[in-house]
């Protein structure tokens, strides 16, 4: 996973696009729309995403988390997590981590006026590197509780021993008293051939895809209590209204997570 170029499809500036921003090519637009043609409701999955991201950071907020380190944030966007968790505790600091470079450079002219919120570059297989680095030292004290956020992350890690390192270095390194957040794209009650045809397609572009089961995704949990309602589809996670998007089919969604806590 290096850094990405602009001359392959990237996932940041895919979803850049999907959420209808303007921090990506040519290339990632022609990407999305080979994607938008076998999954066509991929947009409103990608709003759905952002709305649990907002209802996650705000409900980690409201139980006095006030330090977030958001790995693969993507290009920011309204209702981005500082912006949440400040609207709660104006002191809550957030370090965001992101592999593609417009993304970093997009986010860090951002935040040149947010001094409690910084944007790095960086691969989440190299996870300690991100801890060990300066702007989330400086930022974030981890002899306190810290929320760390992996949405619509790990499915860009098709390894399973990868991700067993990601998630076990991530739970041995935060304090107890932390809550870690993961969200992954699910093969649970989705068409297979819908599955694999986005994979194939990603295949091609500058991150693979592997969808996991909803048993695989629990498994990312281990050791951790899980708040409920548990790791369900997206759209069940704390719905806000009877018309959040995919509450009447949330498998449609394609996305499967939740928060657990250190003990």
Known sequence: MADQSTETPSGARMYDYYLGGHHNFE????????????????????????????????????????????????????????????AVNPNARTVYVDIDGVAVAHGQAVLKAVPQAAMIQGDVRQIEE???????????????????????????????HEVEHIVSTIRETIPAGSYFVITNGT?????????AQIEQLYSQFAQPVKFRSAAEIRKLFAG??????????????????????????PSRS??????????
């Open 27 to 86: 290339v990632d637009r022609r990407g999305a729309e080979r994607v938008a043609a076998v999954y066509p409701e991929v947009f409103i999955s990608s709003q759905a995403n952002r709305a649990l991201l907002r209802r996650m950071v705000g409900f980690l907020a409201s139980q006095g988390v006030d330090q977030f380190l958001d790995i693969g944030s993507g290009i920011p966007a309204f209702g981005n997590v500082h912006e949440v968790a400040m």
């Open 224 to 249: 951790l209590e899980i708040v409920e309602p548990g790791i369900v589809y997206g759209p069940l996670w704390h719905p806000e209204a009877s018309t959040d998007l995919f509450l009447d089919e």
């Open 254 to 263: 394609l996305v499967y997570g939740g928060i657990g806590r250190k003990p």
């Open 130 to 160: 991100i801890f060990a680095h300066p702007e989330v030292q400086r930022l974030l004290d981890f002899t306190r509780p810290v929320a760390v956020l992996l949405l619509a992350l790990l499915h860009f890690v098709p390894d399973e």
């Open 187 to 195: 093969t649970e009650g989705v068409p297979s051939d819908l599955t």
